[in-house]
């Protein structure tokens, strides 16, 4: 059974650009959570999706947003990119959303 | 402003011997817990869970002990190997319409040495 896989692994983005990362579930998990990961913050909690709505959302500014597709699959968009954007994102698949939880490799973005 | 780095507990154990990584938590509504392993350039790796009707679950060499009346979690490794060096995590989530939302610990760095 396939893990959850997250394209591409890393970018490379300039202060002000906008980038799109996407998320793959496990086959029949239909909540995908994404994550930002700082050393400075740790694991920060961004959005919930479960069958293409988002359930629940974190305490991150309105440029970060996301979506999900009718297969499950997400992605998340981050806007006016600014430095401290610079991160590793994961996302993270579920069945319901309150059972275990499974990462992927997650994207590393880097913002120059 | 200028971000400060987390400076993340450290556990150093030879190979052989048994470790204990502990996890505290603020939130009474928590429910649902996970321990979570992390290698360098990876995305977090399921351990275990556990969820708040039970104080103790056991898997493959690992144990998670939940004590809900001081909010305190543990995870014991069994016969630890060089392959368990890693950043370990706890990660919380309270019930009602917290969906998909862990709150993660700041981590505890394992070091095995051979």
Sequence with gaps: ?112 | GESVGLHLPTLSVQEGDNSIINCAYSNSASDYFIWYKQESGKGPQFIIDIRSNMDKRQGQRVTVLLNKTVKHLSLQIAATQPGDSAVYFCAEKSGGTSYGKLTFGQGTILTVHP
Aim: hydrophobic share 30%.
């Design chain 1, 1 to 112: 059974k396939a893990g959850v896989t997250q394209t591409p692994r890393y970018l490379i983005k300039t202060r002000g650009q906008q980038v799109t990362l996407s998320c793959s579930p496990i086959s029949g998990h239909r909540s995908v959570s994404w994550y930002q990961q700082t050393p400075g913050q740790g694991l920060q909690f961004l959005f919930e999706y479960f069958s293409e709505t988002q359930r629940n959302k974190g305490n991150f500014p309105g440029r970060f947003s996301g979506r999900q597709f009718s297969n499950s699959r997400s992605e998340m968009n981050v806007s006016t990119l600014e430095l401290g954007d610079s991160a590793l994102y994961l996302c993270a698949s579920s069945l319901t959303g309150d059972t275990e939880a499974f990462f992927g490799q997650g994207t590393r973005l880097t913002v120059v």
